[in-house]
Structure formats: structure tokens, C-alpha cells
């Protein structure tokens, strides 16, 4: 049931940030709007890297072997192509913050809120990739730690970008 309980947060969240990007946040040019949808895209692409996280926690929690056992084939899948994944979600999100650099700077400004916090943002993912890559190449409770902490981390970092105000 959790785990039901728990998509359903995830499709809501997708919903409502699209309807906050495109309604409340009307994109002023063609490159802007581009640059957004590449930011959604890469949201989306992160989201599904993160949730690998809360897939292991149903695993070790639920009491359902029938449940364990789906997630588990599931995560293997996923394990798969968790690194593909995150290099292509921070490929598009460095076009994305090229892009609003070029365009949306200059109108907003430099130095507004929505920018510092993609900022911020981008030096939490570098954090998160560095955690991740090493990891990758030597797994210890220390890095494991600290690559799901960055994370969780950058996770808060883009949802208060994404609802920031310009």
C-alpha cells in the first residue's frame, strides 16, 4: 500500500510542477521555453534516479514477499541503467542551465533567487556525481552515505529551484 501511496506522490508532483511551469511561469521566448522543458525533462529523469532509493526501503521494510520480490526485479532493472541515466539527466540539465545563462540572465538578472538556488544546485549535483563515481569504483558504508545524502540533498535543492519564483 505504501508503495502505492508513494507513485501516486510522484505522478502528483510531476502534475503539478507542469502546471506551475507552464501556467504560472509562462516562458517569455521560444529558448526559454526550451530550456524549461529540458530542466522538466531532466526532473523527470532524476526523480526516477532517486526513487531507486525509496524502491530499496520498501524492499527491506515490507512484510509481502510477493511485493519484495516485484521491486526487487524491478531495482535490478533499474541498477542498470541507474549511471546512464544520471549522466544524461546532468548532460541536460548543463544545456538547461546554458541556456537560461544566456536568455533568462540578462532579463532576470544574474544574481536573482531563481538563479543562486540553480547555482547552488549545480554544485550540489557536482557533489552528488563525484559521491556517485566514487562509489562506483569502491563501495563503503561512507560513500554509500554520503552519495544518498548529496542526493537528497540536491532533490530539495531542485524542487526549491523548480517552485522558486523569477
Same mark, same amino acid.
Given at each position: 500500500?505504501? *508503495?502505492?501511496?508513494?507513485?501516486?506522490?510522484? $505522478? +502528483?508532483? #510531476? +502534475?503539478?510542477?507542469?502546471?506551475?511551469?507552464?501556467?504560472?511561469? %509562462?516562458?517569455?521566448? #521560444? !529558448?526559454?521555453?526550451?530550456?524549461? /522543458?529540458?530542466?522538466?525533462?531532466?526532473?523527470? /529523469?532524476?526523480?526516477?534516479?532517486?526513487?531507486?532509493?525509496?524502491?530499496?526501503?520498501?524492499?527491506? %521494510?515490507? =512484510?509481502?514477499?510477493?511485493?519484495?520480490?516485484? /521491486?526487487? %526485479?524491478?531495482?535490478?532493472?533499474?541498477? %542498470?541503467? *541507474?549511471?546512464?541515466?544520471?549522466?544524461?539527466? =546532468?548532460?541536460?540539465? +548543463?544545456?538547461?542551465? !546554458?541556456?537560461?545563462?544566456?536568455?533568462?540572465?540578462?532579463?532576470?538578472?544574474?544574481?536573482?533567487?531563481?538563479?543562486?538556488?540553480?547555482?547552488?544546485?549545480? $554544485?550540489? /549535483?557536482?557533489?552528488?556525481?563525484?559521491?556517485?563515481?566514487?562509489? *562506483?569504483?569502491?563501495?563503503?558504508?561512507?560513500?554509500?552515505?554520503?552519495?544518498?545524502?548529496?542526493?537528497?540533498? !540536491?532533490?530539495?535543492?531542485?524542487?526549491? *529551484?523548480? !517552485?522558486?519564483?523569477?
Amino acid at each position: 500500500m505504501k *508503495h502505492i501511496i508513494w507513485i501516486a506522490i510522484n $505522478v +502528483l508532483f #510531476l +502534475l503539478v510542477s507542469t502546471i506551475y511551469i507552464w501556467v504560472f511561469q %509562462k516562458p517569455d521566448t #521560444l !529558448f526559454i521555453g526550451a530550456g524549461a /522543458l529540458l530542466g522538466q525533462v531532466a526532473v523527470v /529523469l532524476f526523480l526516477i534516479n532517486v526513487n531507486m532509493y525509496f524502491i530499496f526501503l520498501v524492499i527491506r %521494510k515490507s =512484510t509481502k514477499r510477493n511485493v519484495r520480490v516485484t /521491486l526487487a %526485479k524491478i531495482a535490478r532493472r533499474m541498477m %542498470k541503467r *541507474h549511471i546512464t541515466i544520471a549522466v544524461l539527466a =546532468t548532460t541536460i540539465i +548543463l544545456i538547461h542551465a !546554458f541556456i537560461m545563462l544566456t536568455q533568462l540572465g540578462p532579463l532576470i538578472g544574474f544574481f536573482g533567487p531563481k538563479m543562486i538556488s540553480g547555482y547552488v544546485g549545480l $554544485v550540489v /549535483l557536482t557533489l552528488t556525481l563525484i559521491g556517485g563515481y566514487r562509489r *562506483h569504483r569502491k563501495a563503503t558504508g561512507f560513500r554509500r552515505r554520503f552519495h544518498l545524502t548529496m542526493a537528497m540533498i !540536491f532533490t530539495a535543492v531542485f524542487v526549491i *529551484h523548480l !517552485f522558486m519564483p523569477f
